[in-house]
C-alpha cells in the first residue's frame, strides 16, 4: 500500500510569492492532519480534519495560510505571501478515526525553504 | 510551561547500553502518551504507546507511565548505532483530540 503521499518535497521560493503544498492521504483513512517542524518549535499541528471538515485550525499562525480538504484522497496547505519565517519541514499525516485514539501515519514532508 | 517537554540532548550512550529518554507534561487530564522515532531527514513513526500507569515492554523498548509525577519515559535496551534518531514524545490533548508532541530527544550510540 502506498503511504502518505506529498508534493513537492522540497520547495524554494522567494518572499511574497504563494506556496502550496499537497497531500494524499492513506486510502481509507478519515482523518488529515498538517504539522510544521522547525528546530526551535519542534512538530506543530497547523490543523486536522475529519471527513474532510476542518476540525481544529487553532494552529495556524495567521491569516496567510489556509488549508482545503475538497475530498477525502486530496488536501492542500497555502502560504500568501510566504515569508522567510515560514521556512520549515511541512509534514501531512492522516488516520483512520474510530472514536478512541488511532495511530497516525505521516508524510515524507516538504522542505521549503523562503528566500 | 511548554505541554510536552523532553531534554534536547544529545544522549550519548555506548552500543549494547541502556538509553533512557525522559518527558513530562502538564495537562493532568492527558490518558495517552506515545513515543516517536524520527531519523534524521525522515518523517517520524510511531514506536510505542502507553495509556496506563506501569510499564509496557515491546522487545527491546519499554514505555515507563507515572501519571501522578506526569511523566513518560522510554528504555531502549541493548542500544544499537541503528537506534541513533530524534525521539520525539507526544501526549494527546483530551479536549481537542489531538496530538502535542515535544522537541524531541537526539540519541547518539556509538559502535
Known amino acids: 500500500d502506498a503511504g502518505v503521499i506529498q508534493s513537492p518535497r522540497h520547495e524554494v521560493t522567494e518572499m511574497g510569492q504563494e506556496v502550496t503544498l499537497r497531500c494524499k492521504p492513506i486510502?481509507?483513512?478519515?482523518?488529515l492532519f498538517w504539522y510544521r517542524q522547525t528546530m526551535m518549535r519542534g512538530l506543530e499541528l497547523l490543523i486536522y480534519?475529519?471527513?474532510?471538515?476542518?476540525?481544529?485550525d487553532s494552529g495556524m499562525p495567521e491569516d496567510r495560510f489556509s488549508a482545503k480538504m475538497p475530498n477525502a484522497s486530496f488536501s492542500t496547505l497555502k502560504i500568501q505571501p510566504s515569508e522567510p519565517r515560514d521556512s520549515a519541514v511541512y509534514f501531512c499525516?492522516?488516520?483512520?478515526?474510530?472514536?478512541?485514539?488511532?495511530?497516525?501515519?505521516f508524510g515524507p514532508g516538504t522542505r521549503l525553504l523562503v528566500l | 510551561q511548554k505541554e510536552v517537554e523532553q531534554n534536547s540532548g544529545p544522549l550519548s550512550v555506548p552500543e549494547g547500553a541502556i538509553a533512557s529518554l525522559n518527558c513530562t507534561y502538564s495537562?493532568?487530564?492527558?490518558?495517552?502518551f506515545f513515543w516517536y522515532r524520527q531519523y534524521s531527514g525522515k518523517s517520524p513513526e510511531l514506536i510505542m504507546s502507553?495509556?496506563?500507569?506501569g510499564d509496557k515492554e515491546d522487545g527491546r523498548f519499554t514505555a515507563q507511565l507515572n501519571k501522578a509525577s506526569q511523566y513518560v519515559s522510554l528504555l531502549i535496551r541493548d542500544s544499537q548505532p541503528s537506534d541513533s534518531a530524534t525521539y520525539l514524545c507526544?501526549?494527546?490533548?483530551?479536549?481537542?483530540?489531538?496530538?502535542?508532541f515535544g522537541t524531541g530527544t537526539r540519541l547518539l550510540v556509538s559502535p
Open positions: 486510502s481509507g483513512h478519515n482523518s
Open positions: 499525516a492522516s488516520s483512520f478515526r474510530t472514536g478512541g485514539y488511532e495511530t497516525q501515519y
Open positions: 480534519f475529519n471527513n474532510n471538515v476542518p476540525i481544529d
Open positions: 502507553i495509556y496506563s500507569n
Open positions: 495537562d493532568r487530564v492527558s490518558q495517552s
Open positions: 507526544a501526549v494527546l490533548n483530551t479536549g481537542f483530540q489531538k496530538l502535542v
